[in-house]
């Protein structure tokens, strides 16, 4: 039996159309369990005793669990159990304009990007939609508060858990669902050529950020083993499609690891890679994880390398740093549990 979180509106319509429901079952289920919070089947009384039963009989509607919260005046890191005892990190921010909630696609990572806490454990399994969805309930739940905006960027690459991913999007997005609307959602890939090609055919306007971390190929595979894979000149040239087709800018994600990639040298390289597209740089201080042995740039270097960019004419920002004294690199937590 599946979750019924893990369903899209138009998946559930056909899992209930075929259990002899009426299609307008689904709103009155998708009204009980996103807007009303109400998990308990028995406990939908606009439905009748042979409808809950049916649901009971082919649907589960159990949670995964709050193992461990870290919290800092503006961030909450949440280390979550899922029902096969692994464990995944979600980390709450809240910035000026509303919560931000960062989640986990898949149990550990298999891109290995050498300076990534996350990519540390291989990849276990991929997340299924439930699980994805269910980190928003739960931090909503915590908060009492909704959350605006989500990215997909904690454990794990979401475009190496595709299909999943899409329905934890479509679900979110609806409007019987979390109603989180499509700009406030951005999805945050190491830069799978093909799953992005295949994204850009799909009929939805939710943000497409890429990590970049280096402007040239030399660079960029010493620090991204996808990018033995993927190059960085097919990589730019698959983002000027989606900014072609979709008419959409894309966010490049850039950590500032010192030494690595911080120079003025690489800072004149990424000008000259993104010259003329409509893109959005994020300069990233780099949370330091013990065992990577990089070091977060300085700040002279970091605002340095913004100064050069903006000069070139570039939309850049300097990401605010958050939690960095509750482990709030990506996987760090996850990482320190597994270890014990
Ligand atoms: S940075 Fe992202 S893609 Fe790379 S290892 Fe970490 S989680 Fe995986």
Redesign the pocket.
Known sequence: MKNIFGYKYEKLENELIKIGEKKFRTRQVYEWIYLHKQYSFDKMTNLSKTSIQKLKNNFTIDFIKINKIEESSDTIKFLFELNDGNLIETVLMKHNYGNSLCVSSQVG?N???SF?A??LLKKVRNLDAHEIVQQILLAEDYLNERIDSVVIMG???PFDNYDNVLDFIRIINHPYGLAIGARHITIST?GIIPKIKEFIKEDIQVNLAI?LHAPNDTLRSSI?KINDVYKINDLVNTLKEYINKTNRRVTIEYVMLRYINDSSKEAAELAKLLKGMNVYINLIPYNEVDSSGYKKSKKEQTLKFYDYLKKAGLNVTIRREFGENIDAA??QLRAKEVEK
């Open positions: 990572c891109m290995g990007c990534c996350s990519g454990i794990g690459e190491c990590s991204m990506c996987g």
